[in-house]
């Protein structure tokens, strides 16, 4: 079993800046893709951003020049470094990891407000 814990939620104004974080643990065989999908109120869960073992990179258009991935393999963490947050961005974060299965996080509320 992987468990993942985020943290770096929280609420935020416009054009202002967070960071999450999600560390995985426990039975890690080895930890491919990782990232981050969000949900807002009344919408599907959407993809945020990825990250591979190797540094390769996916990100939605709606985050692009915004948000930043990246992970710490040794740690078996990821990032997510937000910036120019917008009203738009608010929703449940979630973290996600691939190790031999897909794992979730309980997810970590963000809020920009105006």
């Known amino acids: 079993q992987v468990r993942l814990v985020e943290s770096g939620g929280g609420l935020v104004q416009a054009g202002g800046s967070l960071r999450l974080s999600c560390a995985a643990s426990?039975?890690?065989?080895?930890?491919?893709?990782m990232g981050w999908y969000r949900q807002a109120p009344g919408k599907q869960r959407e993809l945020v951003a990825v990250?591979?073992?190797?540094?390769?990179?996916n990100y939605a258009d709606s985050v692009k020049g915004r948000f930043t991935i990246s992970r710490d393999n040794a740690k078996n963490t990821v990032y997510l470094q937000m910036n120019s947050l917008k009203l738009e961005d608010t929703a449940v974060y979630c973290c996600?990891?691939?190790?031999?299965?897909?794992?979730w996080g309980q997810g970590t509320q963000v809020t920009v407000s105006s």
């Open positions: 990250i591979t073992g190797f540094g390769s990179t």
């Open positions: 426990g039975n890690i065989f080895s930890v491919n893709v």
């Open positions: 996600y990891a691939n190790s031999m299965g897909d794992y």
